[in-house]
């Protein structure tokens, strides 16, 4: 099992930034890829980027392509989004996941292919 918690979520005002966490503990973190994602209310969650397990593959959503940056430090066991420019269309609740085999993507990965979940954490972005 691997539990997951994303942290730096808040409020924002547009062109600013957020860096948002993710702790993951339970099981070897370093094996894993993971990725970051979001969900609006009543819509579906979307992948926004996926990273292997040693960094060496990135993939990111049209969308946030130039402006946000997945990371991940392995002795640290945290994975990182580093959120710049935001938009208020970035405005939502953003989950981290993990996938349970060690695999490595070679896309971005959809949210079915993932094992963990974290409980969230709400991005604001205003005017």
């Known amino acids: 099992q691997v539990q997951l918690v994303e942290s730096g979520g808040g409020l924002v005002q547009a062109g600013g930034s957020l860096r948002l966490s993710c702790a993951a503990s339970?099981?070897?973190?370093?094996?894993?890829?993971m990725g970051w994602f979001r969900q609006a209310p009543g819509e579906e969650r979307q992948s926004v980027a996926t990273?292997?397990?040693?960094?060496?593959?990135?993939y990111y959503t049209d969308s946030v392509k130039g402006r946000f940056t997945i990371s991940r430090d392995n002795a640290k066991n945290t994975m990182y989004l580093q959120m710049n420019g935001l938009k208020p269309e970035d405005t939502t609740v953003y989950y981290c996941?993990?996938?349970?085999?060690?695999?490595?993507?070679?896309?971005?990965?959809?949210?079915?292919?993932?094992?963990?979940w974290g409980q969230g954490t709400h991005v604001t972005v205003s005017s």
């Open positions: 339970g099981r070897s973190f370093s094996s894993n890829t």
């Open positions: 990273i292997s397990a040693r960094s060496d593959h990135q």
């Open positions: 996941g993990a996938v349970h085999n060690a695999t490595q993507p070679m896309a971005l990965l959809t949210p079915f292919e993932y094992d963990y």
